[in-house]
């Protein structure tokens, strides 16, 4: 499979990020900008996201194996990964599989357990925007807005909305996520031990990561570091200037 990407920077360790359910790389720019200043960082599109290839199949293993064809296609031979949520864990089972791929890795408020279907509504949502009724973007955010109120929320399901002609659709497979969304909640399935440094980057206000969660984290990464920031689960939106400093200084 050939995924989307973009690449900023061009010296210093590779780094590559992996987006979190119904987002895309594009949510990545202002930091993947800045990271670039000294790494070269590759941002990515996940299967059945952005502007990668709509596939009919979606779970952790095969996420998995998708990052490792990409490490093979751009020719890293190792990298930092960092993944936020759904991607988080696809980083999570790459690295009980792949260790020697990794050098350092950095999981953004999620842990390696299973979830209730919290985003069960939101996909649900998504599938009663009426296309014919939207001429632009404002016309999609005010149906949206009957179904989900919070703004910021909304705003970033609308990063998704894509022109087609004369009217609009959504660039994720929907129909694919949303029969594979038990997977995607799922708990990883890879077994074992990741030794390497690793960082857990959690929202304070969220709790993805719980006490247990941390019992259960050092079990399975023994190397692992906690840092618990105030902000919701999209923490490089809503804390950046934290989030970074937290993640250069345990990068370099």
Not at 1 to 8: A, G, H, P, T, V
Not at 42 to 47: A, E, G, K, S
Not at 90 to 114: C, G, H, N
Not at 206 to 227: G, H, R, S
Request: hydrophobic share 40%; net charge negative.
């Amino acid at each position: 499979m050939i995924l989307n990407y973009m690449q900023y920077g061009n010296q210093g360790p590779h780094l590559i990020i992996l987006h979190g359910l119904l987002g895309m790389l594009d949510n990545w720019h202002t930091l993947a900008t800045k990271f670039g200043e000294t790494m070269q960082v590759w941002t990515i599109d996940q299967r059945n996201h952005g502007k990668s290839p709509h596939v009919a199949d979606m779970n952790y293993a095969l996420m998995a194996e998708d990052l490792k064809e990409f490490m093979t296609q751009h020719s890293i031979p190792s990298a930092h990964v960092l993944g936020h949520s759904m991607g988080g864990k696809t980083a999570m089972q790459f690295s009980f599989l792949y260790p020697e791929l990794i050098e350092k890795l950095i999981v953004v408020d999620i842990a390696p357990r299973a979830y209730d279907p919290s985003h069960d509504t939101i996909i649900d949502s998504l599938k009663k925007v009426d296309f014919s009724k939207v001429k632009k973007r404002s016309d999609a955010d005010e149906q949206l807005a009957i179904l989900v109120p919070d703004f910021s929320v909304r705003q970033f399901l609308l990063k998704n909305l894509a022109r087609e002609g004369d009217t609009f659709k959504w660039k994720m497979n929907l129909k694919a996520i949303e029969e594979h969304y038990p997977e995607i909640s799922a708990g990883i399935t890879a077994k074992g031990k990741f030794d390497k440094p690793t960082l857990f980057l959690c929202a304070s206000d969220t709790k993805y990561v719980t006490d247990d969660d941390k019992v259960e984290i050092l079990q399975k990464f023994p190397a692992a570091q906690f840092v618990f920031m105030q902000s919701g689960h999209w923490i490089h939106a809503e804390a950046p200037d934290q989030f970074y400093e937290a993640t250069i200084n345990f990068l370099l």
